[in-house]
């Protein structure tokens, strides 16, 4: 379950990464829109981060929260980025003019 859960959440991140790309190069000759979406994209990453700890916040979560703390914080990762792909692809749809 472990496994299935990381590799959810591998894909999740490269459909991100791939509409990241996309959007990127869709803003290429717009350098301060290029700056303003990839300090989203940082601020995004940063919040992910913040919530998944706000999610567990356990300093020794493999004790409190036990094995399948891995599975579950992969899973909401994988949740996590599937929300920021809509919010991209929605950026990149503005980005391609229609």
Not at 8 to 18: G, P, S, T, V
Not at 24 to 29: D, E, G, R, T
Not at 60 to 82: F, I
Request: proline share 3%; charged share 25%.
């Amino acid at each position: 379950m472990n496994a299935c859960a990381n590799q959810e959440a591998a894909r999740a991140d490269a459909d991100l990464n791939d509409v990241y790309r996309k959007l990127l190069s869709k803003a290429a000759n717009q350098p301060e829109a290029m700056a303003k979406i990839r300090a989203a994209e940082r601020a995004w990453l940063n919040y992910r981060d913040a919530y998944i700890d706000a999610m567990y916040p356990a300093k020794d979560k493999q004790a409190e929260y036990g094995s399948v703390y891995p599975m579950e914080v992969d899973l909401l990762r994988a949740k996590l980025t599937v929300q920021q792909i809509a919010a991209l692809r929605a950026l990149l749809v503005q980005y391609s003019g229609g």
